[in-house]
């Protein structure tokens, strides 16, 4: 037999290449496999995603159950089929379904335009601009997210996977941020990445207005300084 060294390399990949291998749904019997079949599998089985794209799970949530991690869901159940273009705010969850941290990429979408499309069916997506991103006080694992809805086709399903992309930065409008702080703080750090020193507006639990020592980190980062401990929200503009 000849060596497998000494056999050409093919420069050329096709789909109907094949090459040898065991096959471990048949107690590792040699078979001949395929680039389109490898392709089919990874497709099927999502091993492979968008490298800019998070994945999250419509989830629907009756009174007393807990959100899904990594789940999209809305703060008041609307049913297990949504259609796109009547979306204007949903909840959002800290991770992916992958267990991946999202939180200052999807606070990076804000005030820009974002898709929302079906993994399984890529006719089912929604253009959306996020208008707000801000952290739930009541849920702090959840980001609530309000948005304009552009275009699209098709709704969002239970129990079925959604991408989140950035499509585009929209570097004309000015930038906002709304920031709840859950913990009761003496200082509050904020990193914001609006890339500019933003005005700050600040209100207790009660929205209250209140007055703090801003310092300005950067571009991207501040802190507030009280004379006492407590939680709120900082408006920056």
């Not at 001949?32 to 599998?41: C, E, Y």
């Not at 959002?92 to 990076?108: A, P, W, Y």
């Amino acid at each position: 037999m000849t060596k497998i060294k000494r056999y050409a390399i093919d420069t050329e990949v096709t789909g109907s290449d094949k090459w040898i291998g065991s096959d471990g749904g048949a107690m590792n019997r040699t078979k001949n496999f395929t680039p389109v079949g490898l392709s089919d599998f990874l497709n099927k089985s999502r091993m492979i995603q968008m490298p800019n794209a998070l994945t999250f799970k419509y989830d629907t949530v009756e009174v007393g159950d807990d959100r899904a991690t990594g789940s999209i869901s809305f703060s008041t159940e609307v049913g297990p089929i949504v259609s796109l273009s009547s979306l204007s705010s949903f909840m959002i969850h800290n991770r992916t379904t992958k267990g991946k941290v999202s939180v200052n990429f999807l606070q990076g979408l804000s005030g820009n335009l974002f898709l929302l499309q079906k993994d399984s069916d890529p006719d089912h997506f929604g253009i959306f601009k996020m208008t707000s991103y801000s952290q739930n006080i009541n849920e702090p694992s959840f980001y609530d997210v309000e948005c304009e809805f552009i275009q699209g086709h098709g709704s969002i399903e239970e129990d079925e996977d959604y991408f989140v992309s950035l499509l585009q930065i929209d570097v004309l409008s000015d930038k906002h941020l709304a920031v709840n702080q859950i913990a009761a703080l003496p200082t509050w750090t904020i990193v914001h990445n609006l890339n500019k020193f933003p005005s700050v507006t600040i209100v207790d639990s009660s929205d209250n207005i209140v007055v703090g020592d801003v310092v300005y980190i950067n571009e991207n980062e501040l802190k507030i300084n009280f004379t006492a401990t407590f939680s709120g929200k900082a408006y920056l503009n």
